[in-house]
């Protein structure tokens, strides 16, 4: 079976650190992307890890350890238009390149 | 801008209608996938074509179908529409030529089922 868990809500302050979690349990791994969804908008890429390790991009870095199933996005900074869901999404191991994606983390900045 | 383009953005109809949802791939890309988005919920994937070929089915349900055409556009049909098929509908695309392949996302088409 797939499973994909990240938390549902989550509160932030304006400029501080948030770090958003993502467990999986997949028949097969090959892949694992976090995206941003604003409210009614289409999802859009923030990154992509399918080795273990973090990749640092700007204000945002994404952690990935395959052999516990878990992956985190770190938010620094914050700004009031983070607020917006942040999606978990695993690509299983085989040729449709599908994804499997979290129901998502609703996250909210407050000043 | 991504770059996917679907139309139309809303949609208001009746139950036991039928519709039709198309997506216009981003220039280049020859992967199309479906997906839906229910209130408050994840976003569910139904069905990925690659160059005019149906490569996987997720949970789709049997009143629905897809197709993709030479020209790689893609339509979704949805037909005996219920009011639980209220969503967003989204496409996305992508090359599909590694597996680093990012998807990039449409901006949708809002179905309201009355």
């Known amino acids: 079976g797939q499973n994909i868990d990240q938390p549902t809500e989550m509160t932030a302050t304006e400029g501080a650190i948030v770090q958003i979690n993502c467990t999986y349990q997949?028949?097969?791994?090959?892949?694992l992307f976090w995206y941003q969804q604003h409210a009614g908008e289409a999802p859009t890429f923030l990154s992509y890890?399918?080795?273990?390790g973090l990749e640092e991009k700007g204000r945002f870095s994404s952690f990935l350890s395959r052999s516990k199933g878990y992956s985190y996005l770190l938010l620094k900074e914050l700004q009031m238009k983070d607020s917006a869901s942040y999606l978990c999404?695993?690509?299983?191991?085989?040729?449709?390149?599908?994804?499997?994606f979290g129901s998502g983390t609703r996250l909210l900045v407050r000043p | 801008d991504s770059g996917v383009t679907q139309t139309p953005k809303h949609l208001i109809t009746a139950t036991g209608q039928r519709v039709t949802l198309r997506c216009s791939p981003r220039s280049g890309d020859l992967s199309v996938y479906w997906y839906q988005q229910s209130l408050d919920q994840g976003l569910q994937f139904l069905i990925q074509?690659?160059?005019?070929?149906?490569?996987a089915k997720g949970n789709i349900l049997e009143r629905f179908s897809a197709q993709q055409f030479p020209d790689l556009h893609s339509e979704l049909n949805l037909s005996s529409l219920e009011l639980g098929d209220s969503a967003l509908y989204f496409c996305?695309?992508?090359?599909?030529?590694?597996?680093?392949?990012?998807?990039?996302f449409g901006p949708g088409t809002r179905l309201t089922v009355l």
């Open positions: 996305a695309s992508s090359v599909s030529g590694s597996d680093s392949d990012e998807q990039f």
């Open positions: 997949t028949s097969g791994f090959n892949g």
């Open positions: 999404a695993v690509r299983g191991k085989d040729s449709s390149y599908k994804l499997i």
């Open positions: 890890n399918v080795l273990d």
């Open positions: 074509y690659y160059n005019g070929e149906e490569r």
